[in-house]
Nanobody, 112 residues
Framework: VQLVESGGGLVQPGGSLRLSCAASGFTFSSYGMSWYRQAPGKERELVAGITSTGGSTNYAASVKGRFTISRDNAKNTVYLQMNSLKPEDTAVYYC??????WGQGTQVTVSS
């Protein structure tokens, strides 16, 4: 079972990034998926979640309207489109299968 995040990096405030999480070793289409983040010195927090079919999503208040979670079950991949990024979005971003494993994380840094 493996989750591998990619797409992180350094971006200026107001910019955009698209994170990807590629899954393998389990029946991806049967699991809801979530993105979490952890900033230095802070607890890990839920950013967004999506059901197994993609029919329902939820977001933290701090990212609602700026971030979009989606999935492609044919590609075993979940995405997080992040727009209008702010310095406070700087964190390591992790994907997680509901009731399943964590990915290793990808760093997102928002700075001018």
């Amino acid at each position: 079972v493996q989750l591998v995040e990619s797409g992180g990096g350094l971006v200026q405030p107001g910019g955009s990034l698209r994170l990807s999480c590629a899954a393998s070793g389990f029946t991806f289409s049967s699991y809801g998926m979530s993105w979490y983040r952890q900033a230095p010195g802070k607890e890990r927090e839920l950013v967004a979640g999506i059901t197994s079919t993609g029919g329902s999503t939820n977001y933290a208040a701090s990212v609602k309207g700026r971030f979009t979670i989606s999935r492609d079950n044919a590609k075993n991949t979940v995405y997080l489109q992040m727009n209008s990024l702010k310095p406070e979005d700087t964190a390591v971003y992790y994907c997680k299968a509901w009731g399943g494993p964590w990915g290793q994380g990808t760093q997102v840094t928002v700075s001018s």
